[in-house]
C-alpha cells in the first residue's frame, strides 16, 4: 500500500512568486492534516480536513495560504504571493477517522523562498 | 495554548538506555504521542499514551502523567539507528489538534 505522498520534494522560489504544494493522503484516509516546520523550530498545525470540507484551519499564518481538498481525495496547498519567512518544511499526514491514535507522515516538502 | 517541552538534544551509547523527557500544559488533553524522525524523512509513529501508565512496545516505552503533565520515551538496549529526532506531541481541544515540541536530537555513539 502506498504511504502519504508529497509533490514536489523540493522547491526553491523567488520572493512573490506562488508555489503550490501537493499531498496524496493514503488511500481511503478521510483525514488529512497540514504542518510546517520552519528551521529551528515545532512542527506546527496548519489545517485538518475531513474529507472535502475543512474542519480546522486555525494554523494558517495568514490569507497568502490557500488549502483545498476538492473531491475529498488530495490536497493542494498554495502560498501566493511567498514571503522568505515561508520557507520551512511542509508536512502532510492522514489517518482514517477521527481520533485516530495514529497518522501517517509524508516526507514533506522543503520550501526555499529566496 | 499549549506549551510543550523537552530538551533539544541527548547523545547515548550503543547498548544503554535513555529516557527521553517531555512536559506539557494545554487544557482539554486528549492523548500524547512520540513520533520518531530521521533526518530528511517523514516522522513515523512509536506510541499513543492516553491515560496514566507505561506502555511498552518491544525496545520501546511510553510513560504518562496526566496530573503532572509528563512523559518520557524509554529506550532500551540502543541501536546505532536509533541516532533520530524523537518528537512529542499533545492532542488537545475540541477539534483534537496535534500540537508538537521541538523534538529531541538523540546521537547514539559506539
Known amino acids: 500500500e502506498a504511504g502519504v505522498t508529497q509533490f514536489p520534494s523540493h522547491s526553491v522560489i523567488e520572493k512573490g512568486q506562488t508555489v503550490t504544494l501537493r499531498c496524496d493522503p493514503i488511500s481511503g484516509h478521510d483525514n488529512l492534516y497540514w504542518y510546517r516546520r520552519v528551521m529551528g523550530k515545532e512542527i506546527k498545525f496548519l489545517l485538518h480536513?475531513?474529507?472535502?470540507?475543512?474542519?480546522?484551519e486555525s494554523g494558517m499564518p495568514n490569507n497568502r495560504f490557500l488549502a483545498e481538498r476538492t473531491g475529498g481525495t488530495y490536497s493542494t496547498l498554495k502560498v501566493q504571493p511567498a514571503e522568505l519567512e515561508d520557507s520551512g518544511v511542509y508536512f502532510c499526514?492522514?489517518?482514517?477517522?477521527?481520533?485516530?491514535?495514529?497518522?501517517?507522515f509524508g516526507q514533506g516538502t522543503r520550501l526555499t523562498v529566496v | 495554548g499549549q506549551n510543550i517541552d523537552q530538551p533539544t538534544e541527548m547523545t547515548a551509547t550503543e547498548g544503554a538506555i535513555v529516557q527521553i523527557n517531555c512536559t506539557y500544559q494545554?487544557?482539554?488533553?486528549?492523548?500524547l504521542f512520540w513520533y520518531q524522525q530521521h533526518a530528511g524523512e517523514a516522522p513515523t509513529f512509536l506510541s499513543y499514551n492516553v491515560l496514566d501508565g507505561l506502555e511498552e512496545k518491544g525496545r520501546f516505552s511510553s510513560f504518562l502523567s496526566r496530573s503532572k503533565g509528563y512523559s518520557y520515551l524509554l529506550l532500551k538496549e540502543l541501536q546505532m539507528k536509533d541516532s533520530a529526532s524523537y518528537l512529542c506531541a499533545v492532542r488537545a481541544g475540541g477539534y483534537q489538534k496535534v500540537t508538537f515540541g521541538i523534538g529531541t536530537k538523540l546521537q547514539v555513539i559506539p
Open positions: 480536513f475531513v474529507k472535502e470540507s475543512k474542519q480546522d
Open positions: 499526514a492522514s489517518s482514517p477517522r477521527r481520533g485516530d491514535t495514529e497518522a501517517f
Open positions: 494545554t487544557s482539554g488533553f486528549n492523548g
